[in-house]
């Protein structure tokens, strides 16, 4: 019973380049969110999508970060041009249902900008 | 808006003292109210969770108490081990969103 699979692991970006990062929900699952975590800092959430559709991007910057949770496929969380304040992990969770259901993780994707 | 306060940290422990990390959510809306725990390079993985008002959450000898007249989920745990070691993060769930809070680091010495 696999978990939620995040690749790649570890991306490491110059500034200006583009990251791509990528989230496979747990089996059944059809809700996917984004978080970014801020060294030494919480969770601030990012995106909440269904299959399809964006339910909730009120945490997304207005610039050059996009998500899309696809019929097929992975969700893709994009950064355009990135800067070094972008630096951070990335965590994607998944849930069964709408609600107020527990998430799964995982494991994240630590991106580095030099 | 929605948000979660957590006692900051870090938390340094010996072993076997008891533990109490304190929690404090808005109570906008009926949330749903968790405990998540992070070991070193990995996800959050699901501690425990309480539904409604008055619930208590257990797993793995930690406890927490969903209390609506304080609106606090303060988590506890009778006797830490060293394994216990990790970041703890408290969330409120409601209507789809998680709110976390910024997470409490508990080292815990043999």
């Known amino acids: 019973n696999a978990g939620v699979m995040q690749n790649p692991r570890h991306l490491v970006r110059r500034r200006g380049q583009e990251a791509r990062l990528r989230c496979s929900p747990m089996?059944?699952?059809?809700?996917v969110y984004w978080y970014r975590q801020l060294p030494e800092e919480g969770l601030k959430f990012m995106v909440y999508?269904?299959?399809?559709?964006?339910?909730?991007e009120s945490g997304m910057p207005k610039e050059r970060f996009s998500a899309e949770f696809p019929k097929e496929g992975p969700s893709i969380l994009r950064i355009q041009q990135v800067v070094r304040g972008d630096s951070a992990a990335y965590f994607c969770?998944?849930?069964?249902?709408?609600?107020?259901?527990?998430?799964?993780f995982g494991p994240g994707t630590r991106l580095t900008v030099t | 808006g929605d948000s979660v306060t957590q006692m900051e940290g870090p938390v340094t422990l010996s072993e076997e003292a008891f533990l109490t990390i304190n929690c404090t959510y808005t109570?906008?809306?009926?949330?749903?109210l968790f405990w998540y725990v992070q070991y070193p390079g990995e996800g959050l993985q699901l501690l425990l969770k309480?539904?409604?008002?008055?619930d208590k959450g257990s797993n793995k000898g930690f406890e927490a108490t969903y209390r609506k007249e304080t609106t606090s989920f303060h988590l506890e745990k009778g006797s830490v081990q060293v394994s216990d070691s990790a970041v703890y993060f408290c969330?409120?769930?409601?209507?789809?969103?998680?709110?976390f809070g910024d997470g409490t680091t508990l080292t815990v010495k043999p």
């Open positions: 969330a409120r769930s409601n209507a789809g969103k998680s709110t």
């Open positions: 969770a998944s849930s069964p249902e709408a609600g107020n259901h527990e998430q799964y």
């Open positions: 109570a906008t809306g009926y949330p749903s």
């Open positions: 089996k059944g699952h059809s809700h």
């Open positions: 999508l269904q299959k399809e559709n964006i339910i909730d």
């Open positions: 309480a539904t409604k008002a008055d």
